[in-house]
């Protein structure tokens, strides 16, 4: 299995909505990554979870939480979020680099996400 | 830091010819360098990546890419192109230093002209 499954595929929401996007992996990665994708530009590195610590916060606003309940399984929990934070949301894994070693990100089919 | 310029936002080819898309990088350690694809509203899929075993490496669906530390870049080729080539290409970077940072170019943009 070298699947990430993210749930759900399409969300639209309100600005004064809570949701949640959900993401997962069974192929033993202990990183595991959200990036946010705005129309015709690269993906964002948002967060990163190693060993289901968060190790890197790009600066991201607090209306975006992450949770990394186990090595499995990566959530993204949504607060009045705004308009401009609407994109396609990429929820990634790998294996942890350590130093001589090489491993790359497998990604999901992401969530495409409409703030009204 | 490491970085990855992508020369050409948008390319166009036609079936059958050579596809070359272009990536050179800057990055002060060894790095570790990936193509990858995104069809339209998918995710991104692994088209290949260097290792540091071969300066030549071979990916899925028939593209391969040249690792040239002389000239710093990872250029992708594919040596007849298939309607089905269309998408964007995405060239990333990181390091084998523990740092699980990718970091990507900005894309290129794949037309395939029947």
């Known amino acids: 299995d070298t699947e990430v499954t993210q749930t759900p595929k399409h969300l639209v929401m309100g600005m004064t909505n809570k949701k949640s996007l959900k993401c997962e992996q069974h192929?033993?990665?202990?990183?595991m990554y959200w990036y946010k994708q705005k129309a015709k530009k690269p993906p964002e590195l948002m967060f990163v979870?190693?060993?289901?610590?968060?190790?890197i916060n790009e600066s991201v606003p607090s209306r975006f939480s992450p949770e990394c309940p186990n090595s499995s399984l990566l959530n993204l929990h949504l607060h009045a979020l705004q308009p401009e934070d609407s994109a396609l949301y990429l929820c990634?894994?790998?294996?942890?680099?350590?130093?001589?070693?090489?491993?790359?990100?497998?990604f999901g089919q992401g969530t495409r996400l409409t703030v009204v | 830091a490491q970085s990855v310029t992508q020369l050409g936002s948008h390319v166009s080819v036609s079936e059958g010819a050579l596809v070359l898309l272009r990536c050179n990088y800057s990055?002060?350690?060894?790095?570790?360098l990936f193509w990858y694809v995104q069809y339209p509203n998918q995710g991104l899929q692994l088209l290949l990546k260097y290792t540091s075993a071969a300066t030549l490496v071979k990916g899925i669906n028939g593209f391969e890419a040249e690792f040239k530390k002389s000239e710093t870049s990872f250029h992708l080729t594919k040596p007849s192109a298939h309607m089905s080539d269309a998408a964007e290409y995405f060239c990333?970077?990181?390091?084998?230093?523990?740092?699980?940072?990718?970091?990507f170019g900005t894309g290129t943009r794949l037309t395939i002209i029947p």
């Open positions: 979870y190693s060993y289901e610590k968060l190790s």
């Open positions: 990634a894994s790998s294996h942890l680099m350590h130093r001589g070693t090489n491993t790359e990100a497998f």
């Open positions: 990055s002060s350690v060894p790095p570790y």
């Open positions: 192929m033993g990665h202990r990183a």
């Open positions: 990333a970077v990181t390091s084998n230093f523990g740092n699980e940072k990718l970091t």
